[in-house]
C-alpha cells in the first residue's frame, strides 16, 4: 500500500509570505505527527493529532504555525509570514494508533527554503 | 530532552556484528525503547522497539537490560546499505503524547 505522502517536496518562499505543507498519511491510521528537521539534527516534534483533534501542539516554535486535520486524514501545517529561521525539513508521520507500542512511518519530508 | 545519550558516531566492518548502544538512565517503568535510523535525506524508518523484554525482527535485536537504564541495537551482519544516522528513542507513555524525541543520534559507518 502507499506510505505517507507530502507535498510539495520543495518549497522557496520569500520571507514574509505564508506557506501550507501537507501531509497524506497511511490510510487508517489514527494518529498523524508534525517534526521539523535542521541539518545533522534529529526530527523536533512539532505536533500531533488524533483523528481529527489535535493533541499536543507544544513543540510548535511559535503562533506564526498552526496545524490543522480537519476530517481526520490529511493535515495541513501552515506557518505564516515565514522566516529564514524557518527553512528546514518539514516530516510527516502517521501511526495506526497513538497508544503503546506503536510504530511511526515518516513520508519523505518537504524541504523549505525560506530566501 | 531527548532522555536519551548515544555515542555521535561508530565505525563497523562489513559482514560484521554492529552493536550500538543508548543510555536511558531516566527512563520509566512504562516506556518504550524505539530504534530508527535515517539514511542520507530520507525520512527515519522504523527498525524495531522493545519495553522490557529483548526483540529481534529481521533487521536487528534489541537487548535492554534488566535495569532498563541502557540498551543495545544488534545489527547481526552490518552491510554497506546499513551505514546511516540511528536514533534511541524513549517514548512517554501514551497519556503524556506521543511525540518521538530524536536526540542526535549515531552515526554508523560500515566499512568495507
Known amino acids: 500500500g502507499a506510505g505517507v505522502s507530502q507535498s510539495p517536496r520543495y518549497k522557496v518562499t520569500k520571507r514574509g509570505q505564508d506557506v501550507a505543507l501537507r501531509c497524506d498519511p497511511i490510510?487508517?491510521?489514527?494518529?498523524l505527527y508534525w517534526y521539523r528537521q535542521a541539518l545533522g539534527q534529529g526530527p523536533e516534534f512539532l505536533t500531533y493529532f488524533n483523528y481529527e483533534a489535535q493533541q499536543d501542539k507544544s513543540g510548535l516554535p511559535n503562533d506564526r504555525f498552526s496545524a490543522e486535520r480537519p476530517e481526520g486524514s490529511i493535515s495541513t501545517l501552515t506557518i505564516q509570514r515565514t522566516e529564514q529561521r524557518d527553512s528546514a525539513m518539514y516530516r510527516c508521520?502517521?501511526?495506526?494508533?497513538?497508544?503503546?507500542?506503536?510504530?511511526?512511518?515518516f513520508g519523505p519530508g518537504t524541504r523549505l527554503t525560506v530566501t | 530532552d531527548a532522555k536519551t545519550t548515544q555515542p555521535p558516531s561508530m565505525d563497523c566492518a562489513e559482514g560484521r556484528a554492529a552493536n550500538l548502544p543508548c543510555n536511558h538512565s531516566?527512563?520509566?517503568?512504562?516506556?518504550?525503547v524505539y530504534w530508527y535510523r535515517q539514511i542520507h535525506s530520507q525520512g527515519p524508518q522504523y527498525i524495531i522497539h522493545g519495553l522490557k523484554n529483548n526483540e529481534t525482527n529481521e533487521m536487528a535485536s534489541l537487548i535492554i537490560t534488566e535495569d532498563r537504564k541502557s540498551s543495545t541495537l544488534i545489527l547481526p551482519h552490518a552491510t554497506l546499505r546499513d551505514t546511516a544516522v540511528y536514533y534511541c528513542?524513549?517514548?512517554?507513555?501514551?497519556?503524556?503524547?506521543?511525540?518521538?524525541?530524536f536526540g542526535t543520534g549515531t552515526s554508523l559507518t560500515v566499512i568495507p
Open positions: 508521520a502517521s501511526s495506526l494508533e497513538s497508544s503503546g507500542g506503536y510504530e511511526q512511518y
Open positions: 528513542i524513549v517514548r512517554p507513555p501514551s497519556n503524556t503524547g506521543n511525540q518521538f524525541y
Open positions: 490510510s487508517g491510521h489514527v494518529s
Open positions: 531516566t527512563i520509566s517503568g512504562n516506556e518504550y
